[in-house]
């Protein structure tokens, strides 16, 4: 059976059982019951960009495709922020600024107090401006959820599933995102599916190998789940009147299989697992951080618990996180700064390239997956937890010894809703293998 992979994931030191034996028993199963809550459920996202990269090509016509609005009366008022309209990254998520002890959000809440009385509005513009600036130098994503057009998205009631995008206007993100990892050399090939097998690994350089196995990852992540949610009924059924939804093993088969992707389909599943170590590496590094959090929706029971949920995944996260060494990467010296750089622009211009997706539901999840992705290099990388030595080394000092690396609400929501993605998809994978033995 092509699914039951087998063997260590390339670039990891790990096989491809001990992550499902992992993941199916330990982590699936908590992140299910944390991803629900309100904290989590919330996702705050602008959905009305329009493409900066071509015209707009295409609107998915299909009602599946639609993101169904959220009553603003189910969200706890403790989230919905204070200081929605102001740019400044000193209140960029004013809930932590005031739960955190000693933090930058405060260094610049005192200053900028400061100077309200003492600048003139456009001196202070232009501070805002700088920090603006500062703070976003770190980010592998672009921060949008203070633009005007965000909006709270109730995760729940628009799950990931099939919604019959597809055609040259999905191939086109995707072909646009490859693209991305192609490093000065620019290939003009038309076609997906002629291009990509033109990336020969061998020939790439361990950043770049690695970029095109994340990217991989997450294409397949996707793919599984519109075939573990496949729409296999239209029919008005009375207890779910949109339709039937579940796994499509034809569709997964196609997907996936050696016959019909040249002997690929197992490689791209395999770089889903090299995603999900990435990610989970990260959020055993935030930890300490992500404990102190106070996951604040204003709702006192539900909040203890989702911190104590939290302190329990991360420690289970904590037992398995050695599989992947970011180090390894941007290792050398400081030549790599440059090459980091350039990566941190290439993974925003797959952010932007997420305004282009022509169904909403679709660039909903594609935007929280990035974000996700984007907030978990930030991690991994962040120059405030990087310091070059003389010798032109990175040191890389814990998180926790660090008070000024911070993330926001938003980020932090989505780093644990994408490694819910792909935790669910190494999930679905086994339903799948079952049905196929
Ligand atoms: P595609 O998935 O479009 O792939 C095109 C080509 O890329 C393939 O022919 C193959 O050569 C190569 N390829 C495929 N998989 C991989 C991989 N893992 N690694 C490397 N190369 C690969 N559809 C939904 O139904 N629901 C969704 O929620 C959804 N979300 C999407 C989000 C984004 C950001 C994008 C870009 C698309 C999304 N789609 C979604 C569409 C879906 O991903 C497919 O593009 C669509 O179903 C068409 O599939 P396809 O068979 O033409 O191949």
Not at 64 to 82: M, R, S, T
Not at 246 to 264: D, L, Q
């Amino acid at each position: 059976c092509f699914c039951e992979l087998k063997g260590s994931i390339n670039d990891c030191s790990c096989t491809v059982d001990t992550v499902d034996h992992f993941n199916n028993i330990k982590i699936y199963p908590r992140l299910k019951s944390l991803l629900v809550k309100n904290f989590f459920r919330f996702y705050k996202v602008n959905l009305k960009n329009s493409c900066p990269f071509w015209p707009d090509d295409s609107k998915c016509a299909m009602r599946f495709c639609q993101v169904q609005n959220c009553d603003e009366q189910h969200i706890p008022k403790g989230l919905i922020e204070e200081n929605e309209n102001t740019n400044s990254a000193a209140f960029k998520y004013t809930k932590e600024a005031q739960s955190s002890s000693c933090s930058e959000a405060e260094d610049y809440n005192s200053v900028l107090s400061y100077l309200d009385t003492s600048l003139s509005d456009q001196a202070h513009r232009e501070f805002e401006r700088w920090a603006k600036h500062d703070e976003a130098e770190e980010d592998f994503c672009i921060l949008e959820h203070q633009n005007k057009g965000s909006q709270y998205v109730d995760l729940l009631i628009n799950p990931e599933r099939y919604t019959g995008y597809r055609g040259e206007s999905a191939h086109r993100i995707w072909r646009s995102i490859y693209m991305e990892n192609c490093f000065g050399r620019k290939n003009e090939s038309k076609s997906l599916s002629d291009f990509i097998p033109h990336l020969d690994l061998n020939d790439m350089c361990l950043e770049q190998r690695a970029f095109y196995r994340i990217i991989s990852g997450l294409h397949s992540s996707i793919n599984i789940h519109l075939s573990a949610k496949y729409l296999l009924s239209e029919s008005k059924d009375f207890l779910d009147p949109q339709g039937i939804w579940g796994p499509n093993v034809e569709e997964f088969k196609r997907r996936f299989s050696p016959e019909t992707t040249n002997n690929e389909g197992p490689h791209w599943l395999r770089n889903l697992y090299f995603i999900y170590l990435v990610e989970l590496r990260a959020l055993a590094k935030a930890a300490p951080y992500l404990r102190r959090e106070e996951y604040y929706t204003g709702i006192a029971e539900e909040d203890e618990e989702v911190k104590l949920a939290i302190n329990d995944l991360l420690s289970v996260v904590e037992s398995f996180s050695s599989h992947f060494n970011e180090n390894v990467l941007f290792s050398n010296g400081v030549a790599s700064l440059k090459f980091k750089n350039e990566y941190k622009e290439k993974f925003r211009n797959i952010s932007r390239i997420m305004d282009c997706v022509g169904c909403d539901k679709c660039r909903l999840w594609g935007k929280l997956q990035t974000q996700g992705l984007g907030t978990a290099l930030k991690i991994l990388y962040s120059e405030k937890l990087n310091v070059a030595t003389e010798s032109g080394l990175w040191e890389r000092p814990h998180i926790e010894e660090n008070p000024i690396f911070k993330l926001t609400r938003t980020e932090i929501v989505a780093l644990f809703n994408a490694f819910g993605r792909l935790s669910t998809s190494i999930f679905e994978m086994e339903n799948f293998r079952k049905v196929l033995r």
